[in-house]
């Protein structure tokens, strides 16, 4: 068990023995680590909000940087250094959503698309939790979180194309389960027409993912690239969130695309530090830096959203 999922059920006693949280925010509810901890029978001191910081480090070739520590990361609040509460290292394990367009237009598309993802999962780990999503008019959970990756891809193979596009609301959505979902974690969207089914916005989209903290890639193909307005709003969402948009110009594309993406997720790290009291709701920018590396690539998401 990773050290956030066991920060997890440390949480889940305390509020069980009467110990509350403060109501919802851009922060997932835990428990604060003191910052000596990382040997077995570390102390958890308190209870707290953490906000979760998502961070990939390339070096200068643009080559993801591997076994990083917690002391070589800091991590800046509105410019004021803030202390890593907890941390997750790259050779931990994540949990993947695969949202995948399963509308009319994707007909002669989605075999291509399946054979792409299956090999997606295939390259996961045996740590590597996914869950699968497919969105048309409306969102179905086609596999919950599971580490049998067979199961995953029977999945898969089981969507079929038809209905309508509601791509904001199924964003939002699957963003939604996934606050619920501790350690590293990431939503893989995949996409080829423009959103005209949703009764929500790009923004409340991107607003939920930011507020959970979660890296969104986002792969775009076929009639979705004839959208700009579409394009600029998936790259503000990868852009905010910390993930990656692609345009996927030529279906032969599409594998290459995942193993880029699955290449970004295995390369990963999870910071979280204890945000300070605000008397009202705010933006609060993110920055992180790296110790030890020659003009370090740092990508993580660009802020959060702080309430009282």
């Known amino acids: 068990m990773s050290r956030l999922a066991r920060l997890a059920a440390c949480i889940a006693i305390s509020l069980s023995a ?27 001191t308190a209870v707290a909000r953490l906000v979760e910081v998502h961070v990939t480090v390339a070096d200068g070739r643009r080559r993801y940087v591997r076994g990083l520590t917690r002391d070589r990361f800091r991590v800046f609040d509105n410019g004021e250094e803030r202390k890593i509460s907890a941390f ?4 931990s394990g994540f949990s993947c959503a695969l949202l995948l367009d399963t509308t009319g237009s994707m007909k002669s598309a989605l075999p291509t698309l399946k054979r792409a993802i299956l090999e997606f999962i295939d390259d996961l780990r045996s740590i590597d939790s996914v869950g699968v999503y497919g969105f048309s008019t409306q969102l179905e959970l086609l596999q919950p979180f599971t580490l049998d990756k067979n199961e995953a891809k029977r999945a898969v193979l089981r969507a079929r194309a038809e209905g309508a596009t509601a791509l904001f609301d199924s964003v939002y959505r699957v963003a939604k389960d996934l606050s619920l979902v501790t350690g590293k974690k990431a939503l893989l969207v995949f996409t080829d027409g423009d959103d005209n089914a949703s009764v929500l916005s790009a923004r409340s989209a991107i607003r939920q993912a930011r507020a959970v903290g979660l890296p969104v890639f986002v792969a775009a193909q076929g009639q979705a690239l004839e959208h700009r307005t579409l394009i600029k709003q998936i790259q503000e969402l990868s852009q905010a969130t910390g993930g990656l948009a692609f345009e996927v110009k030529a279906s032969n594309r599409a594998k290459r695309i995942f193993l880029e993406i699955s290449n970004a997720l295995r390369h990963g790290y999870l910071l979280a530090f204890r945000p300070p009291e605000t008397r009202r709701e705010e933006w609060r920018t993110i920055n992180v830096a790296v110790s030890g590396i020659k003009r370090p690539r740092v990508r993580a998401k660009s802020g959060y959203l702080a309430v009282p």
């Open 88 to 91: 997750e290292a790259d050779h």
């Open 18 to 44: 009467g110990i509350g949280t403060s109501g919802a925010s851009a922060q997932d509810p835990t428990v604060e680590l003191d910052s000596s901890a990382g040997a077995p029978g570390a102390l958890f």
